[in-house]
């Protein structure tokens, strides 16, 4: 069984085509008997199990450097070369490195919880210096001292180039626009003459 991924005789590509299944496998938080599940060949499994070994190797922090490390993995995994020990050795680096990128955002969000806490500790503490240092940062976190943008609100009509066709009218042209507008003119004098019809005029008083 040939277990050495990340020999020179294998393509880059296909090298991270292997390395791509493993890491979607180890992520899939489903149980292995969900058919969903992906699934690793026994060469990868075996590769996964050796990176893990490796892993726990290096987490112990007894071995910090190179040469220290690769003796330790020559001793765990028996009857493999120096070569292939230090392809692991890089390999279960850039693995794990993926694995523990943070999430930013939850980060953010853990900061953001510890801070209040801090400051409410301070607080009561009657610490207003190490109080204040916390709002420093607390605001910076949050981005409470940037400027806000606003946002108007603007609806621009193009007069010149107006089409009441887009907004579902119809198109009147001058004339006769102009003959509407002499209508509505017209009623307007019509109905405040109308108003009149009626009137007395009180203001001088009718001969006896």
Do not use: C
Request: hydrophobic share 35%; charged share 35%.
């Amino acid at each position: 069984m040939n277990t050495e991924l990340a020999t020179v005789t294998e393509e880059s590509s296909r090298f991270d085509d292997k390395f791509d299944k493993i890491v979607k496998f180890f992520r899939d938080r489903r149980p292995d008997t969900d058919p969903k599940k992906p699934k690793l060949s026994q060469d990868l499994q075996l590769q996964l199990n050796h990176w893990i070994t490796i892993h726990g190797i290096l987490s112990t922090g007894r071995y910090p450097k190179t040469f220290q490390q690769l003796n330790a993995i020559l001793k765990v995994i028996p009857g493999i070369s120096p070569r292939t020990a230090r392809n692991y050795l890089d390999d279960t680096k850039r693995f794990f490195a993926i694995q523990d990128e943070p999430n930013l955002a939850y980060e953010r969000v853990l900061i953001i919880d510890e801070l209040r806490d801090d400051m409410r500790l301070a607080k009561k503490k009657g610490d207003l210096r190490s109080l204040a240092a916390l709002r420093k940062i607390y605001i910076e976190l949050i981005g409470a001292n940037k400027p806000e943008e606003v946002v108007e609100n603007k609806t621009i009509i193009n007069i010149v180039n107006y089409n009441p066709e887009q907004l579902g009218g119809t198109v009147i042209s001058d004339a006769a626009l102009e003959k509407m507008i002499e209508n509505f003119m017209a009623d307007d004098k019509k109905k405040q003459e109308s108003l009149f019809d009626d009137y007395e005029d009180v203001s001088t008083p009718k001969a006896p």
